[in-house]
């Protein structure tokens, strides 16, 4: 059965701060790692990575993937309260099948 | 609209009774997908439109679960004889093709009294 974890489950952080979120695999024909944030509603895509170990990097976010040790990670660097949310990783078959992670639960207070 | 639509967005309903919950994917996106979210955790799936392929109904945890999607469109999930159990945020994503990022719909707010 595919499987994907996630930690921390939760994280406490002050502006400024720097996180990290973890998401480690086993998806049967994977091809492809996502990840979402999740605020009051619909997941919004961040990024999709495919090859191991080229940075993907969206402002102050960036992700990497190692396929060799079926692991993710995903940066946040000058955390804003913006960012709380719900950071969901799913790792994706090559037929676009989605298992996700139970997500990090991220609070970044003032 | 240029998101993934889905209504209704609230649904509060009998123990026993029959819901549809319905979905409108971007259009011209050929993948269709539909997750089922119960609190606290993450997304579960539960089924899969490719085109006209034969649905992925790998997810559906009982044969009260249903979906179909007519046209290479819209979708409808229905749920017969609903159960406690059933209560959740039922998400609807779709992606222009079966390995692109799928776009989520804000989802349907299920409650089985």
């Known amino acids: 059965e595919d499987k994907v974890v996630q930690s921390p489950l939760s994280l406490v952080v002050h502006e400024g701060d720097t996180v990290t979120l973890n998401c480690s695999y086993e998806?049967?024909?994977?091809?492809?790692l996502l990840w979402y944030k999740q605020e009051k509603k619909a997941p919004t895509f961040l990024f999709m990575l495919?090859?191991?170990?080229i940075e993907k990097k969206s402002g102050r976010l960036s992700s990497i993937l190692d396929k060799k040790e079926l692991f993710s990670i995903l940066n946040i660097t000058a955390t804003q309260t913006g960012d709380s949310a719900i950071y969901l990783c799913a790792g994706g078959t090559s037929y676009g099948k989605l298992t996700f992670g139970q997500g990090t639960i991220l609070t970044v207070h003032p | 609209g240029a998101g993934v639509s889905q209504s209704p967005s609230n649904k509060v309903t009998e123990k026993g009774k029959d819901v549809e919950l319905r979905c409108d994917p971007i259009?011209?996106?050929?993948?269709l997908y539909w997750y089922r979210q119960s609190l606290g955790q993450g997304l579960e799936f539960l089924i899969y439109f490719q085109g006209n392929s034969a649905p992925d109904k790998s997810g559906l945890p009982s044969d009260r679960f249903s979906a179909e999607r007519t046209g290479g469109s819209v979708s409808t999930l229905t749920i017969q004889r609903t159960q406690q159990e059933d209560s959740a945020v039922y998400l609807c994503a779709s992606s222009l093709f079966g390995d692109q990022p799928q776009h989520f719909g804000d989802g349907t707010r299920l409650s089985i009294l």
């Open positions: 259009s011209g996106h050929t993948a």
């Open positions: 998806v049967t024909n994977f091809r492809s």
């Open positions: 495919t090859s191991s170990g």
